[in-house]
């Protein structure tokens, strides 16, 4: 199986994401690892351990990280996500501990335990913890496999200012650091997800799977997607972060081409401003692969099939 570590600050649609990545038997997850970001870290780090249980895999490793953006303040979500990040199911309190190790240190220590090209890191979340790790030690650049990250977007433009999304305006430095650092990049902007549309019966179909995680997922699902719904009156919220996963099980899902990324850091009214060259207009390095589409139903039955298994 593919060795991935998830990095995320659940969030329903995260909580999503980690559900599949642990109901799918082609990924092996090495740890979570819990960055502030929709809420504090004191949630996010509680709601990714009340994932894994509510997956039936308390097992799993879960690490917290950093407690704020490199540079900038803190900038939440609770309008999107509700007070706990996790509104929706009611969820029992985690029983599973929190590892003791800082994220960071989890992350460089498994990094360069492994061979080169072993692991590849889901990011769904602010970058804070991957470029905190990169600069503690740059060694880890050549030894991870990919970074596959929902961030950014282009033609769609971005939901927290006219020009940027919210994991990448959050902390816009890191999302710079792991830009420049010569690790193959996957990136699924706001135009891909936007696409990934959770219609009612899509949810339905996932409530009727009828176990305990597909009631809660869909439950997750009805919280987030109303934000969408009665600010934009679409049918539907868009589900971000599960595209990630669903990119590691079925690549041919998603369409898109290599180009620049670089991130704005400078200026205050395009800050977190994801630049992507589509057209090849500079010479600045490829260095990500952007995806602009996503087959939909397809990426739903993945989605549907696999919750079903947990
Ligand atoms: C991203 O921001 C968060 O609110 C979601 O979890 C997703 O990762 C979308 O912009
Ligand atoms: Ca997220």
Known sequence: ARKIIVDTDPGQDDAVAILLALASPELDVLGVTAVAGNVPLALTEKNARKICELAGRPEIKVYAGAIRPMVRKLVTAE???????????????????????????????????????????????????????????????????????????????????????????????????????????????????????????????????????????????????????????????????????????????????????SVETGSELTMGMTVIDWWGVTDRPKNALVMRDVNHDGFFALLTERLGRL
């Open 79 to 261: 309008e999107v996500h509700g007070k706990t990040g996790l509104d929706g199911p009611d969820l029992p309190e985690p029983q599973m501990p929190l590892m003791e190790a800082h994220a960071v240190d989890f992350l460089v220590d498994t990094l360069m335990a492994h061979e080169a090209g072993e692991i590849t890191l889901c990011t769904l979340g602010p970058l804070t913890n991957v470029a905190l790790a990169l600069v503690r030690e740059p060694k880890i650049a050549p030894r991870i496999k990919e970074i596959v990250m929902m961030g950014g977007g282009f033609f769609e433009g971005g939901n927290v200012t006219p020009t940027a999304e919210f994991n990448i305006y959050v902390d816009p430095h890191a999302a710079d650091v792991v830009f420049r650092s010569g690790i193959p990049i996957v990136m699924m902007p706001l135009d891909v997800t936007h696409k990934a549309l959770t219609t009612e019966k899509r949810v339905a179909a996932i409530r009727n799977l009828g176990t305990r995680a597909g009631i809660a997922t869909a439950e997750m699902l009805e919280f987030f997607e109303r934000f969408d719904e009665v600010k934009y009156g679409v049918d539907g919220g868009p589900l971000h972060d599960p595209c990630v996963i669903a990119y590691l099980l079925e690549p041919n899902l998603f369409q898109g081409r290599t180009c620049n990324v």
